[in-house]
C-alpha cells in the first residue's frame, strides 16, 4: 500500500505527458505555401522547432540549422523554421519572400511553417502550448531564433535561447540524445 501513491503519481505523470505530446502534435499550423499541416506531420521524429526572421542578427543561424538538418535528418532530425514578426519587426516579408530568401541565401531545404505571432494577444497556439504556465519550459520567446527541442513521442525536451547557435555543444548533444532515445 505505501507504494500505491507512488506508481499512481508515476501513472498520471506519464498519461500528462502523453496528453501534452499530443495536443501539441495537434495544434493546426499552415506551411510556408499556406496548406494545413501539424507536428503530427513529423510525428517519430525529433523536431528542433525555432523562430526565425531574416533581417535580424541571429539570421545566420539559418546556415547552422540548416548544416544540423542535413547532418541528422536520416537519423530522423527535422528543423522547423517558423517565421515571426514579433521583434523589431525583423520577419516583414511575405511568405513568397521568406521562401525565396531562404533558400537563395542559404540554401534552406528544412520545413517552415506560415509567419504566426510567437508571443503577445494573438500568439499561435503553438506557442501558447509551448510557453504556457502547463509548459516545461513557460515563459515568453524573448527574442528571434529561440528553439524548442521536442522528442520522437511529441514531448518537449529542452529549450534553448537565441544565443545558442546549432552548432554549439549544448545543442548538438542534446539532438544526439533525443535521436538515440527510444
Given at each position: ?111 517552415l511553417m506560415e509567419k504566426v505571432h510567437v508571443k503577445g494577444t494573438e500568439q499561435h497556439p503553438l506557442y ?11 515563459g515568453d520567446v524573448k527574442w528571434n531564433f529561440g528553439k524548442f527541442l521536442i522528442g520522437r513521442n511529441g ?28
Amino acid at each position: 500500500m505505501k507504494y500505491a501513491l507512488p506508481i499512481f503519481s508515476l501513472i498520471v505523470a506519464t498519461m500528462t505527458s502523453a496528453l501534452a505530446a499530443n495536443s501539441l502534435q495537434e495544434i493546426p499550423l499552415k506551411n510556408i505555401d499556406g496548406k494545413s499541416t501539424s507536428l503530427k506531420s513529423f510525428d517519430g521524429k525529433v523536431v528542433l522547432l525555432v523562430n526565425v526572421a531574416s533581417k535580424c542578427g541571429y539570421t545566420k543561424q539559418y546556415s547552422g540549422l540548416e548544416a544540423l538538418y542535413r547532418k541528422y535528418k536520416d537519423q530522423g532530425l527535422v528543423v522547423v523554421g517558423v517565421p515571426s514578426n514579433d521583434f523589431g519587426g525583423q520577419e516583414p516579408g511575405s511568405a513568397e519572400e521568406i521562401k525565396q530568401f531562404c533558400s537563395t541565401k542559404f540554401e534552406v531545404t528544412f520545413p517552415l511553417m506560415e509567419k504566426v505571432h510567437v508571443k503577445g494577444t494573438e500568439q499561435h497556439p503553438l506557442y501558447a502550448t509551448l510557453t504556457g504556465t502547463e509548459s516545461k519550459f513557460p515563459g515568453d520567446v524573448k527574442w528571434n531564433f529561440g528553439k524548442f527541442l521536442i522528442g520522437r513521442n511529441g514531448v518537449v525536451l529542452a529549450r534553448f535561447d537565441s544565443a545558442v547557435t546549432p552548432e554549439s555543444n549544448e545543442l548538438t548533444a542534446a539532438v544526439e540524445a533525443a535521436l538515440s532515445a527510444k
